[in-house]
């Protein structure tokens, strides 16, 4: 699943939704990489607030990673995902 995310607020449930995937709770994520309950809270809530290094952290714990690219690869890319699926819908882009 590839998540665009291109403000903070968008972020935070995206986190939740894969932590939630695992299965774990905000207490047995942050036990497994060495967080707080509550910092996990707050990263999942404030995301503006996770420093570069635990964001990625993170990721790495729920086997997930951050890539980058220009916004055109991304809309190009859920085009074939639209034609290859046949149920794919996609959003207009928001403006800036």
């Known amino acids: 699943m590839v998540n ?7 972020l935070g449930p995206v986190l939740k939704r894969l932590r939630k995937a695992k299965g774990w709770s905000q207490f047995e994520l942050g036990k497994k990489i060495g967080l707080s309950q509550e910092r996990i809270s707050v ?5 503006e607030r996770v420093s570069m290094d635990q964001l990625l952290t993170l990721l790495m714990a729920l086997d997930a990673e951050l890539q980058i690219a220009h916004r055109t690869a991304l809309a190009a890319e859920a085009s074939v995902q639209t034609s290859a699926t046949g149920s794919l819908t996609t959003k207009a882009r928001e403006p800036w």
Not at 43 to 47: A, D, F, R, V, Y
């Open 43 to 47: 990263i999942e809530n404030h995301p």
């Open 4 to 10: 665009a995310i291109r403000t903070t607020g968008q």
